[in-house]
């Protein structure tokens, strides 16, 4: 996650992407110095690219890390591309500890805040 970055944390399926579209669509054009990225959709992307479902996070903790670990990584990467620039998403790095912690196994988050440049670092 980009050190000046701020986060609007919500659980999951409480309409994330609502206010980040709103504020992207009142912003977007209203003055031509500021260019605002935005980036959507970064969980859902990846969930459909995996087949990890919703009930896989909830029912096994290893699958939830996975995905964790899969949407730790797009996020840096999409976020590495806007370098510099005004980004608008839906989530952050933090949002992947999070659920991490809460449906992962023991130890997990640790594991995920150790990542460098996306990638997993190897513990222990």
């Given at each position: 996650?980009?050190?000046?970055?701020?986060i609007?944390?919500?659980?999951?399926?409480?309409?994330?992407?609502?206010?980040?579209?709103?504020?992207?669509?009142?912003?977007?054009?209203?003055?031509?110095?500021?260019?605002?990225?935005?980036?959507?959709?970064?969980?859902r992307?990846?969930?459909?690219?995996?087949?990890?479902?919703?009930?896989?996070?909830?029912?096994?903790?290893?699958?939830?890390?996975?995905?964790?670990?899969?949407?730790?990584?797009a996020?840096?990467?999409?976020?590495?591309?806007?370098?510099?620039?005004?980004?608008?998403?839906?989530?952050?790095?933090v949002?992947?500890?999070?659920?991490?912690?809460?449906?992962?196994?023991?130890?997990?988050?640790?594991?995920?805040?150790?990542?460098?440049?996306?990638?997993?670092?190897?513990?222990?």
């Amino acid at each position: 996650m980009r050190p000046d970055a701020s986060i609007l944390y919500r659980s999951k399926c409480t309409g994330k992407n609502t206010p980040v579209n709103a504020l992207f669509n009142a912003l977007h054009g209203q003055r031509n110095d500021i260019i605002i990225h935005r980036i959507p959709e970064v969980a859902r992307t990846v969930l459909r690219e995996t087949g990890i479902t919703r009930d896989d996070i909830t029912n096994n903790p290893w699958k939830a890390l996975e995905l964790q670990k899969l949407i730790l990584r797009a996020q840096y990467e999409a976020e590495s591309k806007q370098s510099g620039n005004l980004v608008l998403s839906d989530r952050s790095g933090v949002d992947a500890l999070m659920y991490a912690a809460r449906y992962g196994p023991l130890g997990c988050r640790e594991m995920l805040e150790k990542q460098e440049n996306g990638n997993i670092c190897e513990v222990g």
